[in-house]
């Protein structure tokens, strides 16, 4: 008889020993619903509340008892390094302009790869080296409870959004055509005056009457 598939649901707090380990890519932390398999070989089940993102360095609770803790997976990464704190601001900015997740270091900026925002850093005069490591952005990028959904085959998942809900709501403001223009694609939901952002599409040009 095969064993069952222990399933969390909830956290546990992040003190205190872990049972297991189990890596996961940030695609998968985004998603509240899925099957993993721990570093030990034993597969389990994750089903959290809808929207509900997952952070390296979490505890997950199974239904056993058991505590099971979380690492951001090596993947394949994007290095963003600059001649001065300047010009690494600089593109700072113009990346945080496309409300992708960055994940911020000494001298340098990670995200995932994209070759529109790779090509608009180097024009920039920004380095970029592929690095395999996990991926763990500014918790500012993403947080729990205010994600935009979709479906996947596992159920809803939580796709990250630009800001934290601890802070103040967003205003996505920019004139069109002025210096704030974004040459990204932007993903409305219902409801929502403002959508998931991908770092690639076209440019926003001046209203024509």
Not at 16 to 21: D, L, S
Not at 107 to 134: F, K, N
Not at 147 to 162: E, K, L, N
Request: a negative charge; glycine letters at 14%; zero cysteines.
């Amino acid at each position: 008889m095969a064993s069952p598939l222990h399933v969390a649901r909830g956290f546990a707090p992040t003190e205190g020993p872990a049972h297991e380990v189990v890596a996961l890519a940030f695609e998968q932390r985004e998603r509240s619903r899925l099957r993993a398999q721990t570093l030990g070989g034993e597969p389990i089940g994750i089903d959290l509340a809808p929207g509900t993102v997952i952070r390296h360095g979490d505890r997950l609770l199974l239904d056993d008892g058991r505590v099971v803790a979380v690492h951001a997976a090596p993947e394949s990464l994007l290095q963003v390094q600059a001649r001065d704190a300047v010009q690494l601001a600089r593109i700072a900015y113009h990346v945080g302009n496309r409300h992708v997740p960055v994940q911020l270091g000494d001298g340098w900026l990670r995200l995932l790869p994209d070759h529109v925002l790779r090509a608009m850093i180097e024009r920039l005069g920004g380095r970029v080296t592929e690095v395999e490591d996990g991926f763990q952005p500014e918790a500012g990028a993403y947080g729990r409870g205010h994600v935009h959904h979709h479906h996947d085959d596992q159920g809803h998942g939580g796709r990250i959004h630009a800001f934290d809900p601890r802070h103040e709501a967003p205003v996505h403001d920019h004139p069109h055509g002025g210096p704030a223009a974004h040459d990204h694609d932007v993903a409305h939901e219902p409801g929502h005056g403002h959508g998931y952002v991908r770092g690639h599409g076209h440019a926003h040009g001046p209203r024509r009457g």
